[in-house]
């Protein structure tokens, strides 16, 4: 008989325990909502110390090897994903790169140095403050970008650009 009581006691546990995860949802994603909305007003606010950062960082990087950043512009849409693993926003950025060959590099002479390259900046927010990294994804766009990494990132919110 103590055995059912036992039984009963943890099912009744189990169920309270779903009914208050059930209840408190809303007020969990209304949360997450608002930290993203927080974070979306800071990226904007920041941006353009942000990605003054982010041209000294990935121009300091040596990336690719032979050639020196000379221009990179920045389109007004933001991708947000979110790191599966580490649980950090991101904000992902389309750019499109002008390089020319540095002497001794062993790019001179490639016709192809000329040519604008589009890539994916990305900007990462700790919870705090944003920050980058100078990390860039050549050959893809934002959205393109999180559907690569699809196993490391998941689409949070898209803003496109308001004209």
């Known amino acids: 008989m103590t055995a059912l009581w036992v039984v009963v006691t943890v099912g009744l546990a189990g169920l309270s325990a779903l009914m208050v995860a059930i209840i408190l949802r809303p007020i969990r994603l209304a949360r997450e909502a608002e930290r993203l909305a927080r974070a979306q007003r800071d990226f904007h606010r920041q941006r353009e110390q942000l990605e003054a950062k982010f041209i000294d960082k990935a121009a300091a990087s040596g990336k690719p090897r032979g ?16 790191d599966r693993r580490t649980g950090l926003l991101k904000a992902l950025v389309a750019v499109d790169i002008s390089f020319e060959a540095i002497a001794g590099g062993g790019m001179e002479g490639v016709e192809a140095v000329s040519n604008v390259r589009a890539a994916t900046a990305e900007f990462l927010f700790d919870g705090g403050r944003w920050r980058t990294e100078g990390r860039v994804y050549f050959n893809l766009q934002p959205s393109a970008t999180v ?7 998941e689409l949070v919110a898209e803003e ?3 004209f």
């Open 67 to 82: 050639l020196r950043w000379t221009n990179v512009s920045f389109e007004d849409s933001v991708v947000y994903a979110r």
């Open 147 to 153: 559907k690569y990494l699809g196993g490391d990132l």
């Open 160 to 162: 496109h650009a308001k």
